[in-house]
């Protein structure tokens, strides 16, 4: 009789707790993901679907080689878990715990509907590196600012000595159970098939995931606490879409770069800088399990009658980075080529978006969440309320990003902006952030590169002017 295995967000072989206790229960395996449909949990969006077709794809790869298969299945699994559990007489369900409250309920529910029947259902841990509400604060509850929470909970960190790799063999079950082909699934976009960029930049997937983690080791993590504000530099890690698709755990991620301060081979800032940036994607998911509506309802409730404008045209220069600041262009078309964007350049970009146009950072948000390929959550939302000023533990509204100082600041040499936006390759650096200034004679033609759809001052003061209203 077989356990099932329930992947979902932990489409890997290694350091899989679930796995792990199923191969070890000596019975044989079945491994089952559900394409999650008619369930309150927030629908995926098109670059994440992108991402989750090439992932599923290679996970079924890597167990074919094992002499098994991932059996693929869409709708509700409160539905699907039963049937199938039926159909083939599973004694035992294994899966790894998550925490948003609509994938929890479904969790639990389920766990209820088959417990009742008879079969053994078994969370694990392995989407974070500490259960949320484990470490509290003195006074008991939940963390509301960063630098508390990482103090209190970094001492227990350490490399662990228990990481399990992948099996080196899985005993399947054997018996036809039937499964849809992932083409039917849909996730790949087509009418237009506008993937090629990512497909450039990502190999999804435990081996492209296990591929980055060693080349940022290698190069990368030493330059990190002083690279990692530079987008061109290529400093940090790039591994938030493998651990948004649980290709490679993040208790590895963490055990490997703690090994490599251990050993010499790395500063103990870089890594200490590294870990706390890790520490931040916790901090997120620790505040999503208490405060289940942070994509949708502003941390601080002062801000819920926030005189936010409506200006689509505006809206949509953004997205398509027109809108004249160079830097804020070249990461909103990094984002629209790749599905990726970096972390400085989210922070100006949003920052833009929510002061500069005093649009409502939940369309940001919305945005993001459709063309990231990393798009959590827990981290997405909170990025959005860190930076709009209206979260836990965020920048204050009045601290304006300056997207011309920012961007002469951290791309001074200019190869980002020269990569996303060749229009305004041929400026000479010191005109680059700032092109409205260039001679004539040099300035991009107003039809190919806009001039700045709001004066920098101007948007900062109105910005500042509707914080004060508030108040
Ligand atoms: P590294 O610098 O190498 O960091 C290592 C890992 O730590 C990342 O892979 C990520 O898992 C985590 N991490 C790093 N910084 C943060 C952070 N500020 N918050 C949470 N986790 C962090 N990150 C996402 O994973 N998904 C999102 O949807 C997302 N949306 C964001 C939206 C906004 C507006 C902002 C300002 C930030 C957002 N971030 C998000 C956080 C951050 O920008 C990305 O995690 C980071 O750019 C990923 O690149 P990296 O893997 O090279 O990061």
């Known amino acids: 009789v077989p356990v099932i295995v329930w992947f979902r967000d932990d489409l890997r072989l290694a350091d899989h707790p679930a796995l792990d206790a199923a191969v070890t229960s000596g019975q044989p395996v079945l491994c089952l993901f559900v394409l999650e449909e008619d369930t309150e949990r927030r629908p995926l969006g098109g670059a994440s679907r992108w991402w989750l077709d090439k992932s599923l794809a290679s996970l079924d790869r890597d167990l074919n080689r094992l002499g098994g298969q991932l059996i693929l299945r869409r709708g509700d699994p409160r539905r699907i878990l039963p049937e199938v559990a039926a159909s083939v007489g599973a004694t035992a369900l294994h899966f790894n715990r998550r925490y948003d409250q609509a994938g929890s309920d479904v969790d639990d529910t389920l766990t209820a509907m088959l417990r009742q029947r008879g079969v053994a259902v078994v969370s ?187 200006d689509a045209v505006a809206l949509s220069a953004w997205t398509t980075g027109h809108t004249g600041y160079p830097i804020v262009d070249a990461g909103m078309r990094e984002l629209w080529q790749t599905g990726s964007m970096h972390n400085r350049v989210r922070m100006i970009t949003a920052s833009f978006l929510v002061k500069h146009l005093l649009i409502h950072w939940r369309l940001g948000e919305q945005w993001f969440w459709d063309t990231l390929v990393d798009a959590d959550l827990a981290s997405n939302p909170f990025g959005w309320q860190w930076v709009a000023g209206t979260g836990a533990d965020a920048a204050p509204y009045f601290r304006v990003f300056n997207p011309i100082t920012q961007g002469e600041k951290f791309d001074p040499g200019g190869g980002y902006v020269r990569r996303f936006v060749p229009e305004l390759a041929q400026l000479p650096d010191r005109l680059l952030h700032r092109p409205w200034e260039a001679p004539p004679l040099l300035r991009p033609d107003p039809l190919l590169y806009p001039p700045p759809i709001v004066d920098h001052d101007e948007g900062r003061k109105r910005a500042l002017a509707a914080f004060a209203e508030r108040r």
């Not at 000595?161 to 082909?181: D, M």
């Not at 060693?214 to 530079?230: C, I, K, N, Q, T």
């Open 124 to 310: 694990h841990a392995a989407w974070l590196l500490f259960e949320p509400g484990a470490i509290q604060t003195k006074t008991g509850g939940p963390f509301r600012v960063f630098t508390p929470f990482w103090r209190a909970h970094r001492p227990h960190l350490a490399p662990k000595a228990q990481l399990r790799r992948r099996p080196e063999t899985i005993a399947f079950f054997k018996t036809a159970v039937a499964s849809e082909p992932l083409a039917s699934f849909d996730l790949h976009p087509t009418r237009p098939d506008w993937s090629a960029g990512l497909a450039e930049s990502w190999t999804p997937g435990e081996a492209g995931a296990k591929a980055r983690l060693v080349a940022f080791l290698d190069d990368g993590l030493s330059r990190y606490a002083a690279e990692r504000d530079v987008p061109a530099a290529g400093a940090s890690s790039r591994l938030s879409p493998h651990l948004r698709f649980g290709e490679i755990a993040v208790a590895r991620v963490a055990h490997e770069v703690m090994k490599a301060q251990d050993s010499g081979s790395t500063p103990v800032e870089a890594a200490e800088k590294f870990l706390a940036e890790v520490g931040w994607r916790e901090f997120a998911w620790h505040l999503l399990s208490v405060f289940p509506d942070l994509a949708t309802r502003n941390f601080q409730t002062g801000f819920e009658r926030f005189a936010w404008q409506e």
